[in-house]
């Protein structure tokens, strides 16, 4: 391997999607984070310089930031699995040029710590599976939300749809993804911590609506495959979550209604919030769904940002650095 | 149309497929109810004879049996769309072979509605389209079971492997269904009221096992579609209702244990039981499947029927009879 080092793109994503509550997310095109990785023989991890695409700071420890933690996770898995060759030293050296705001919804953290395990991976002549990667990513996610939850950090890292079917053990698919799938973003620059999010969330909830979900999530997963958008459309109902987070995020219904009417799919909130998505057939909607986004916001006294974006097939991209 | 009638197979259905709970039904090759069903001049429905393929009973007053019902339903929309054509007169004599044992939990009363206007239909020229047929059936599941409810009804009618996303509105998919699926039955013959089944479930249930069931079913919808048998297999679990009903099954979870350790890939109760499923890949498997079955249940003191049946893809099946 003559590569000097990698250059990453890693993706935002799209969790809690609709009805799939904490299983389905999706990874969008842009924006994405961006990663230099470069291997080298003097042990350690240093992270050299962070350039903020957007306002906002990362905490000053390294050891508090995410792609740290997500590589010392499989740095040390990787010690573990060369012992024989335990002088050998290895670290990296990275630079990160974040684009996607943190608290945004869209898997910041997951963007960071997806696209340093992937490259480290490359780098280290792919030791290691899908699935352990995404376990690495995970303790990013932890040290960001407090839970090492998988609903970003897996369509980051495999590309499409995915579904976290089960954590013990870990089990995660990926779905077929319908080209035509397009998702409109907006991003209002308000704070809603996760944790917050979760704690107005209901510990128990009725039979009947759980049941009205789970025929949702199942038709949403056949509409994927039947490529039939009218079915996706229909199945995009979360009748738990939404009716309880909406109130987090300004005018959430006449975003909803309106970029609906123009001829969205439908559509939720992006993780936690405050991001809101819209999925539409084709280039043309979206970007149509997009400038409502937009209309609604401008009156509003809140900054705020808009994407347009394919749904990402590919995942994580890299470049060689020679 | 020179038919003087039609033959009907109409066949038995396993609903609340484990995590698809009151969503995700599928068909058999048999049992099967048989209907000879004549189109005459003589207004008005009459059931001239029932054979009883096994030892039970039947309603004695004919409005009280669902193919009556069913059919009625349906001949009432018929009259009120051809009104310009009122002077016609229709009415069906019947003969029905009931080979599905009601409450049985394999789809006894769906299988005779479902037969009973999917004939009707093709007797009158095909006015009505499979959803239009479904709700006639799902009459005749009030009239048994309190509730019209779709899940054994649309299988039966659709073939394979359905589900019912919702009944406001009424939206129903039907879903791939891969060449090697097989179900192996035991109908342990105890009787289980639907209605007391219905009873014993609790109103609100754990967010978190809510979402760990649909987890489960977009994966088994994925499974399906992937023609993926280990993520089928792991999917087949139901948190929810499965461990509060399982008590009303005799020697329940040794069949499930037993059936799993010689190669079955999981399965359930049937509908609201007594009947028990297992589903497997191929057809050699399904039938040491339901060996195991009959082992486990011939110390028992309870009666019981064992069926080993690939999926119906078609659904209800017919002759004409000239």
Not at 30 to 53: Q, T
Not at 212 to 218: E, F, K, T, V, Y
């Amino acid at each position: 391997m003559n590569m000097k080092g990698i250059k990453i793109f890693s993706p935002a994503t799209v969790a809690n999607l609709s009805c799939g509550f904490d299983v389905i997310g999706l990874a969008l095109e842009i924006p994405v984070d961006e990663i230099f990785l470069y291997k080298s023989n003097n042990p350690g991890i240093r992270i050299n310089k962070i350039i903020h695409g957007t306002s906002f700071s990362l905490p000053n420890d390294p050891k508090k930031n995410v792609v740290f933690v997500a590589l010392q996770s499989l740095l040390k898995k990787y010690q573990q699995q060369q012992k024989f060759d335990r002088e050998k030293k290895i670290g990296f050296e990275i630079e990160l040029i974040k684009n996607i705001h943190p608290g945004s919804g869209i898997g910041s953290s997951a963007a960071s710590a997806a696209g340093i395990v992937f490259g480290a991976n490359i780098l280290l002549g792919k030791p290691f599976s899908t699935m352990q990667l995404i376990r690495f990513a995970m303790e990013g996610e932890r040290l960001a939300s407090g839970t090492a939850h998988a609903d970003n950090v897996a369509p980051a890292i495999m590309g499409g749809v995915t579904l976290v079917r089960s954590y013990k053990p870990l089990d995660i698919t990926r779905l077929h993804t319908p080209n035509e799938l397009w998702i409109s973003i907006i991003h209002p620059q308000i704070e809603i911590k996760t944790s917050d999010a979760r704690e107005i969330l209901k510990q128990k909830i009725l039979m009947t609506d759980a049941i009205r979900q789970w025929g949702n999530i199942g038709a949403l997963v056949a509409g994927l495959y039947q490529e039939n958008y009218e079915l996706i459309s229909r199945s995009l109902e979360d009748v738990i979550v939404e009716p309880i987070r909406a109130m987090l995020i300004p005018a959430f219904y006449e975003l909803k209604i309106r970029c609906k009417e123009i001829g969205a799919l439908g559509g939720g909130i992006s993780g936690s919030g405050p991001s809101v998505f819209m999925l539409s057939k084709g280039n043309h909607t979206a970007k149509a769904v997009t400038q409502v986004m937009n209309h609604v916001y401008s009156p509003l006294k809140v900054d705020y940002k808009t994407y347009t974006s394919p749904i990402n097939k590919q995942g994580v991209k890299w470049d060689e650095i020679f």
